[in-house]
């Protein structure tokens, strides 16, 4: 099962193994298994057991470095060359881990797989000021701003983005959110126009605002 062949790969993130992730990667990939099915059921559910350890009692930041850096690597190898769209742009997209949250793996997997789908991203980085990110969306008016969140503090400046477009002018922009603290919430509940599951259902909202912007939509 597809399942079951993931678990070299998981472990090896969790254990902040760089080299061993990769290894694991490129085996899946020769058994032609998709980019996407890697992201989804390895490396996302690698981040989920992260996302677990990340409590007072367990949290190590040693160990979620590591995992990082082996998150990054694998992000490379399955996407090389990441750092211009793959093709004529889409569209431009903002991210950020808003302030008071350090952690942007989840981000930075986003962002990468929007950049290899021919996406331009402006990536507002972690600890992210509102202020800092409404300015951002302001210069690059873009289809969409992303908001990455793994510890809940953050909910209460996440609801405030959509009303914060609004009075500089720029209710046009989508709002869309993930990450642990934000996906098991609504749009509803943190004043959003759409909640990802994972990086790839990201990916699938902005597709769809940009057919509707190529399209002439709203």
């Known amino acids: ?31 032609g298994i998709t980019a ?12 989920s057991t992260l996302d677990e350890k990340c409590t007072l009692e367990q ?7 590591l995992a990082g850096r082996a998150v990054t690597e694998v992000m490379k190898f399955l996407y090389p060359g990441d750092s211009a769209p793959a093709g004529p742009v889409k569209g431009t997209v903002v991210l ?3 302030e008071g949250d350090v952690h942007d793996l ?6 990468t797989i929007l950049t290899a789908s021919s996406y331009r991203v402006v ?8 202020r800092r990110l409404i300015a951002a969306t302001e210069k690059e008016a873009p289809l969409a701003v992303g908001i990455s969140g793994l510890i809940t503090p953050v909910i209460p400046l996440v609801r405030q983005v959509k009303d914060l477009l609004v009075v500089h002018g720029l ?6 959110a993930g990450g642990a603290a934000l996906k098991q919430s609504s749009p509803q509940g943190l004043n959003v126009d759409f909640v990802a599951e994972s990086a790839f259902d990201g990916l699938h909202y902005v597709n769809q605002l940009a057919g509707h912007s190529a399209a002439g939509g709203p």
């Open 123 to 130: 990536d507002c980085g972690k600890d992210c000021s509102l």
């Open 59 to 65: 949290f190590n930041l040693l160990e979620i470095m």
């Open 1 to 31: 099962m597809l399942d079951a062949r993931m678990q070299g790969l998981i472990q090896a993130i969790v254990q902040g193994d760089s080299k061993e992730a990769v290894r694991h990667a490129q085996n899946l990939k020769t058994c």
């Open 171 to 176: 209710d046009g922009v989508r709002v869309f």
């Open 96 to 98: 950020a881990t808003l």
């Open 36 to 47: 996407q099915e890697i992201v989804v059921s390895g490396v996302e559910a690698a981040m």
């Open 106 to 111: 989840g981000k930075n997997i986003v962002k």
